[in-house]
Antibody
Framework: EVQLLQSGGGLVQPGGSLKLSCAAS????????MSWVRQAPGKGLEWVSI????????YYADSVKGRFTISRDNSKNTLYLQMNSLRAEDTAVYYC?????????????WGQGTLVTVSS | QSVLTQPPSVSGAPGQRVTISCIGSSSNIGAGFAVHWYQHFPETAPKLLIY???NRPSGVPDRFSGSKSGASASLVITGLQAEDEADYYCQSYDMNLSGAKVFGGGTKLTV
């Protein structure tokens, strides 16, 4: 059974940093790209970042480029999101998600979500 | 402002049929990129409902179907059930946003 278990959310002050983790099990982690997607309060889903299976290529939404860093440790089956220079508008539930090899590469499994609150 | 445009809300009575539209442009859906649909209940993880425009993952009832034409896509739900009440999102890629998946703004379905 595929499982994505997230940790690391919480309350942080503006300008602060936080690192999210997503521990994967039930599939061959190093064969799949992984994404982070967030949902701000009362808003829709927003794609944040993606890292390919080897970790050698990463992409970011313009809203987080230069502040967030996605990474993965394939030896630990774990995905990370390092968030720096956090702003109030980064407040959201963050989901990690596995990219499928199905046609069009949809996100077929999602973590349970972790709340990040940026506030003084 | 989302790259993909969805109606904020739709509604229907039990047993009825509803359609949720997803309107894109020549840089995303119109460029031939696949459209996926997700079902999202509050406080839970989103669930893949339709992938590659028209395909249902294993376990998704055939009451849910997807289509794509030009720069737009649609999700159709027939035989509405109370448990279908949720938020629905379309998702694709945009060639103007390097590596970026793009989501629609979401549609709240009320049954």
């Amino acid at each position: 059974e595929v499982q994505l278990l997230q940790s690391g959310g919480g309350l942080v002050q503006p300008g602060g940093s936080l690192k999210l983790s997503c521990a994967a099990s039930g599939f061959t982690f190093d064969s799949y790209a992984m994404s982070w997607v967030r949902q701000a309060p009362g808003k829709g889903l927003e794609w944040v970042s993606i890292i390919i299976n080897s970790g050698s290529d990463t992409y970011y939404a313009d809203s987080v480029k230069g502040r967030f860093t996605i990474s993965r440790d394939n030896s630990k089956n774990t995905l990370y999101l390092q968030m720096n220079s956090l702003r109030a508008e980064d407040t959201a539930v963050y989901y990690c998600a596995k990219e499928s090899h199905l046609y069009g590469d949809p996100l077929d499994y999602w973590g349970q979500g972790t709340l990040v609150t940026v506030s003084s | 402002q989302s790259v993909l445009t969805q109606p904020p809300s739709v509604s229907g009575a039990p047993g009825q049929r509803v359609t949720i539209s997803c309107i894109g442009s020549s840089s995303n859906i119109g460029a031939g990129f696949a459209v996926h649909w997700y079902q999202h209940f509050p406080e839970t993880a989103p669930k893949l409902l339709i992938y590659g425009n028209t395909n249902r993952p294993s376990g998704v009832p055939d009451r849910f179907s997807g289509s794509k034409s030009g720069a737009s896509a649609s999700l159709v739900i027939t035989g509405l059930q109370a448990e279908d009440e949720a938020d629905y999102y379309c998702q694709s890629y945009d060639m103007n946003l390097s590596g970026a998946k793009v989501f629609g703004g979401g549609t709240k379905l009320t049954v």
